[in-house]
Each structure stands twice: as structure tokens, then as C-alpha cells.
């Protein structure tokens, strides 16, 4: 069976220091992955998806199969990136999304 | 991509009761996703909806505790039968990788 970990629960770091979130996964087909971030009295959002290797909001990610992890960094972090980090990984084959499986999420302080 | 809205956003009901949720969808959509999130915790898919066909349920839940509908492409329901404080919970819908804005239900 799928799954998605982020042992981080709490994460806290000051304004322009660089953040890593956590997220490892076991999956027995090709995983797909992605990012979504909650802000404070938002709907949960999705960030980044591995197949697209693309930086959001300064954000990237990078898949490594070999240590099946999929860790979220930003070079400096901004007060404006505190939220919930969720790591989710797709069920479904071929091009359909939805069946998502989701890690325990991460809260992310950014202090000034 | 698709916008979703959701309804309630919140109730507070009395154990033994059940309610429904609403789920609408700007599109027409194949599937459609519904996911729980307990207090403190991740999100858990409940079921998958398909328009035409019964629901999908994933480990741990069953039609009877949370019935499904798909009367259409672009709306589902989802219902919280006899509710117990261990249904406080957060319901969300999804179309791929949209999601809803939650439901937040309080049971008492």
C-alpha cells in the first residue's frame, strides 16, 4: 500500500533563511507527486507537482526515486510562506488525478 | 480548472442525527472525491463518485455511514449517518487535484 511521510510536524525558521520540508513515500508503481499548501482560513491549494519541475513562489521539489523522497525547499523564506505543507501522492495511473494520498503535513513558521 | 463549492461550511449537529453535504462543481466532471480530516489530522479519502454508478469506498468506510450520490456531472452528495463525536471532522470534495473548501462538522 501507499505511503506518504513528513516526519517534520513543526517546522520554524527566520525570514531569508532556506527551508526544506520533508516528504518520503512508498509506492510500488511510478509515483506521482505533489505539494499543496494551506494557508491560514484558505482551501487547501496545490503548490507543485513533480512532472511539471517548475518553482512556484520561489518553491521547488525534486523526485529521487532512489531515496523515494520528494522534499519541498526555498532558498529564503518569507513571512508570507507560513502555512500547512501537505505531500500527496497519486493513486491513479496513466493521466487521472484525484485518488490522492496525503503525508501528516507540516506547519511552516516563518518569523521575522 | 474546476471550481468547487461546498455546503454547509459548518454545522453543529446532535449525535444520532445524520446530515448532508453538498458538493457542486462548475464543470462536468467523470469523478469526484470526498476525504475526511479529523482534528489534528491528515487528509483520508473516503470514497470515489462516479456519475451512473455506486460509490467507491476506500478501508474503513462503508455506504451505510456515509452514503454517496452522483445524480449528474456536476454535483454530489455526501452523508454523515448517526453521527457520533467521532464524526467531528472536516468533509472535502474533489475534482482531480482541486479541492472544495471543507465542510467543518461538530458533533455534540
Known amino acids: 500500500a501507499q505511503r506518504v511521510t513528513q516526519p517534520e510536524k513543526l517546522l520554524s525558521v527566520f525570514k531569508g533563511a532556506p527551508v526544506e520540508l520533508k516528504c518520503n513515500y512508498s509506492y510500488s508503481g511510478s509515483p506521482e507527486l505533489f505539494w499543496y499548501v494551506q494557508y491560514s482560513r484558505q482551501r487547501l491549494q496545490l503548490l507543485l507537482r513533480?512532472?511539471s519541475r517548475e518553482s512556484i513562489k520561489g518553491f521547488t521539489a525534486d523526485l529521487n526515486k532512489g531515496e523515494t523522497s520528494f522534499h519541498l525547499k526555498k532558498p529564503f523564506a518569507q513571512e508570507e510562506d507560513s502555512a500547512m505543507y501537505y505531500c500527496a501522492l497519486n493513486s491513479f495511473g496513466g493521466t487521472s488525478y484525484g485518488k490522492l494520498t496525503f503525508g501528516q503535513g507540516t506547519i511552516l513558521t516563518v518569523h521575522p | 480548472s474546476a471550481v468547487i463549492s461546498q455546503k454547509p461550511s459548518r454545522d453543529i449537529c446532535q449525535r444520532g442525527t445524520s446530515l448532508t453535504i453538498q458538493c457542486q462543481v462548475d464543470?462536468?466532471?467523470?469523478?469526484m472525491f470526498w476525504y475526511r480530516q479529523q482534528p489534528g489530522q491528515s487528509l483520508t479519502l473516503i470514497a470515489t463518485a462516479n456519475q451512473g454508478s455506486e460509490a467507491t469506498y476506500e478501508s474503513g468506510f462503508v455506504i451505510d455511514k456515509f452514503p454517496i450520490s452522483r445524480p449528474n456531472l456536476t454535483f454530489s452528495t455526501l452523508t454523515v449517518s448517526n453521527m457520533s463525536p467521532e464524526d467531528s471532522s472536516i468533509y472535502l470534495c474533489?475534482?482531480?487535484?482541486?479541492f472544495g473548501p471543507g465542510t467543518r462538522l461538530l458533533v455534540l
Open positions: 474533489s475534482v482531480g487535484l482541486v
Open positions: 513533480h512532472i
Open positions: 464543470s462536468q466532471v467523470t469523478m
